[in-house]
């Protein structure tokens, strides 16, 4: 059984910062491509930022280009996303999830096999 657990999440006020993680279990982690999505209220799912399986590719959203940064430890079967420079329009639900396009850094969710539940990130002004 694949699980995926967010964590980090939490209030931070405008330009701080927030550190994200996602641990993974039930699946051959060095081989998935990992993303994060997120979703404000009342708003469509949002790509973030993808990793390939190795590290080696990344690709970003402009919202978070030179402010977020992902990475992973495939030792720990971890992603990561570190969060500086928060502004309130980053308040949302932030859900990490799995590819076995292994290769790749997708942006669209419906490539994506596997998805945690979610932390909430609350950025105030």
């Known amino acids: 059984q694949v699980q995926l657990v967010e964590s980090g999440g939490g209030l931070v006020q405008a330009g701080g910062s927030l550190r994200l993680s996602c641990a993974a279990s039930g699946l051959t982690f060095s081989t998935y491509a990992m993303g994060w999505f997120r979703q404000a209220p009342g708003k469509e799912r949002e790509f973030v930022a993808a990793?390939?399986?190795?590290?080696?590719?990344?690709y970003y959203a402009d919202s978070v280009k030179g402010r977020f940064t992902i990475s992973r430890d495939n030792a720990k079967n971890t992603v990561y996303l570190q969060m500086n420079s928060l502004k309130p329009e980053d308040t949302a639900v932030y859900y990490c999830?799995?590819?076995?396009?292994?290769?790749?850094?997708?942006?669209?969710?419906?490539?994506?096999?596997?998805w945690g539940q979610g932390t909430r990130v609350t950025v105030s002004s």
């Open positions: 999830a799995a590819t076995r396009t292994g290769w790749a850094t997708s942006p669209r969710w419906y490539e994506y096999d596997y």
């Open positions: 990793i390939s399986r190795s590290g080696g590719r990344i």
